[in-house]
């Protein structure tokens, strides 16, 4: 089955660099003549072409500010793009940083519901994953406990858990595989493992090369916004490493 | 699995994506109740003591001193207001800084953004049904018997006031993405509201004072509409109204006209913020 799972079609997009975040700013810029610029760009991306199939895991790299946050969020849909197209296939859980949804003054229980279904699953199916998100997370007796009073590790453990428990159809994961310990590492990198042996495709930001590796079959490097080698991961790491 | 179709993952269908995600909508009304009085004693409590003491504040300034307590049963007229004036400003208020609140989520996770505005519109509805049985327990002590038509006037006011708040909420969120004065616009909007409506003078002193004309501006304010319906349906079907000389002088034609009028313009705002929203919405990842 080689049906496409995401298609990104000669995407750009370029960011409005504004410098001013008040009217007052903006006025006082028009009644000056329009001296000066009150905004500058730059292109994040720029015409890129990227297919990932069902079920493949794709690594994208490039050193920083080469795009591939910025493109991870455009397929994601938090970002929309100015040119191009973008199309996915299924239930994208966007794991583009975890935690985002938290809120520290709800129990570590309450903020698994809320995660759970600000993922994109229902109440029904969090519920029932419920135990082996708390098993996961190592969280224990601490999960009617406000958050706000976690250690940071575990915060990102529970936040960890709650996405990787969502089962969707693609799952785009960015730099956050730091998370916790390293048994916790371990025990996360398995479970991506788990999850791309049971058909979910995975697209992963990542510099740390060594990880990719194991993770992914192929990687995508972007430099400056243009795609510059698209093949087996082993071959991207390499010139990634040689700069 | 992969019998769903290629789509655009922000393909957004607006206000009906935010029914389809129900569920979400519950879940983030309810954090929004919990966290709103962390760790205060009095809780929910404040929701009633804040009106509560501008409802004071304003009985005795207004009532009493300038003599306005002299119309049968003012405390019903003014207090049937002024629980509307407050679900509109909360709504509103709370509308317009939602998204900008919300802003580590609307970064991060893909939803329809349209769900912080109505989330905030919702939880004003949930400080205001308690005001509201404040309202009704007052009215059956004045000897309230109103009839279909003003219940039916009642329901059309909240939903007028529901629809504007959502309608100018959507439209102030998504411009206070991009210039955060609007947060102050709203403040001052706000500010002019109580006045803007008869909530606490009567209306016809504004056709008798101002003119016709400017009264008829005046009354195409759906705040105006909506307090007006509040007064028909709680304050003159009362007992000392009823019996009063002059009876419950409500401007003309109110259920038949302004009613429909009022629901009409709130519905073109409430179009218009949603077509602003979307227009903004694909950049405010970005502005955030």
């Known amino acids: 089955m080689a049906a496409e799972a995401i298609v990104v079609d000669q995407v750009s997009k370029r960011f409005n660099l504004r410098h001013t975040r008040s009217l007052k700013e903006t006025v006082v810029w028009l009644f000056k003549g329009?001296?000066?610029?009150?905004?500058?760009?730059?292109?994040?991306?720029?015409?890129?072409?990227?297919?990932?199939?069902?079920?493949?895991?794709?690594?994208?790299?490039?050193?920083?500010?080469?795009?591939?946050?910025?493109?991870?969020?455009?397929?994601?849909?938090?970002?929309?793009?100015?040119?191009?197209?973008?199309?996915?296939?299924?239930?994208?859980?966007?794991?583009?940083?975890?935690?985002?949804?938290?809120?520290?003054d709800l129990t570590g229980r309450e903020n698994v519901f809320l995660n759970g279904v600000?993922?994109?699953?229902?109440?029904?199916?969090?519920?029932?994953?419920?135990?082996?998100?708390?098993?996961?997370?190592?969280?224990?007796?601490?999960?009617?406990?406000?958050?706000?009073?976690?250690?940071?590790?575990?915060?990102?453990?529970?936040?960890?858990?709650v996405a990787v428990h969502t089962k969707p159809d693609v799952f785009l994961i960015d730099e956050i595989l730091s998370v916790g310990d390293e048994p916790f590492?371990?025990?996360?990198?398995?479970?991506?493992q788990e999850l791309r042996e049971s058909g979910c495709t995975l697209v992963v930001v990542s510099h740390d090369l060594d990880m990719v590796s194991k993770v992914c079959d192929r990687g995508v490097v972007l430099r400056q916004g243009k795609k510059v080698a698209d093949g087996p991961i082993s071959e991207a790491v390499r010139l990634l490493r040689e700069g | 699995m992969s019998a769903e179709l290629l789509a655009a993952p922000d393909k957004g269908g607006g206000l009906l994506d935010v029914l389809r995600r129900r569920e979400l909508l519950r879940l983030i009304v309810r954090k929004e109740l919990k966290v709103r009085y962390r760790s205060s004693v009095l809780g929910l409590l404040w929701s009633y003591v804040k009106p509560g003491v501008q409802f004071i504040v304003f009985y005795f300034a207004l009532g009493v001193f300038l003599g306005l307590n002299k119309q049968p049963n003012f405390v019903i007229y003014m207090f049937s207001g002024i629980i509307l004036v407050n679900f509109f400003s909360e709504a509103f208020s709370n509308a317009t800084r939602s998204v900008v609140a919300n802003g580590a989520l609307v970064k991060k996770i893909f939803l329809p953004r349209e769900l912080f505005p109505v989330a905030s519109v919702w939880v004003a509805v949930v400080h205001f049904l308690p005001q509201f049985l404040i309202l009704l327990t007052a009215c059956f002590f004045f000897g309230w018997s109103p009839s279909i038509v003003q219940l039916i006037g009642a329901i059309g006011a909240f939903v007028i006031v529901a629809l504007l708040s959502l309608g100018l909420g959507l439209l102030f969120a998504a411009a206070n993405v991009m210039f955060r004065d609007?947060?102050?616009?709203?403040?001052?909007?706000?500010?002019?509201?109580?006045?803007?409506?008869?909530?606490?003078?009567?209306?016809?002193?504004?056709?008798?004072?101002?003119?016709?004309t400017f009264y008829f501006f005046y009354q195409l304010n759906p705040m105006t509409i909506a307090v007006e319906l509040f007064h028909f349906a709680f304050w003159a079907p009362t007992a000392a109204v009823r019996t009063a000389a002059e009876g419950a002088r409500m401007p003309d034609n109110l259920i038949s006209l302004w009613l429909p009028v009022g629901l009409l313009i709130s519905v073109l705002i409430l179009a218009l913020g949603q077509t602003v929203f979307r227009r903004l919405e694909g950049r405010f990842a970005q502005e955030l």
């Open chain 1, 118 to 161: 600000l993922l994109g699953m229902t109440e029904k199916e969090t519920e029932a994953r419920f135990d082996e998100i708390v098993e996961f997370s190592e969280i224990g007796k601490f999960i009617d406990t406000e958050v706000k009073f976690y250690s940071s590790g575990m915060f990102l453990r529970l936040a960890f858990s």
């Open chain 1, 185 to 192: 590492q371990k025990k996360c990198l398995a479970r991506i």
């Open chain 1, 34 to 104: 329009r001296r000066g610029d009150l905004s500058s760009t730059f292109m994040a991306l720029d015409g890129v072409d990227v297919t990932v199939d069902v079920g493949e895991s794709v690594a994208l790299l490039g050193f920083n500010g080469s795009g591939k946050s910025t493109l991870l969020k455009l397929i994601s849909g938090v970002m929309s793009t100015d040119t191009g197209s973008v199309k996915t296939r299924g239930k994208v859980a966007g794991l583009i940083e975890v935690g985002a949804g938290f809120h520290p």
């Open chain 2, 182 to 212: 609007s947060e102050n616009i709203v403040d001052l909007m706000l500010m002019m509201a109580t006045w803007l409506s008869p909530v606490l003078y009567a209306w016809y002193l504004v056709r008798d004072t101002l003119g016709e």
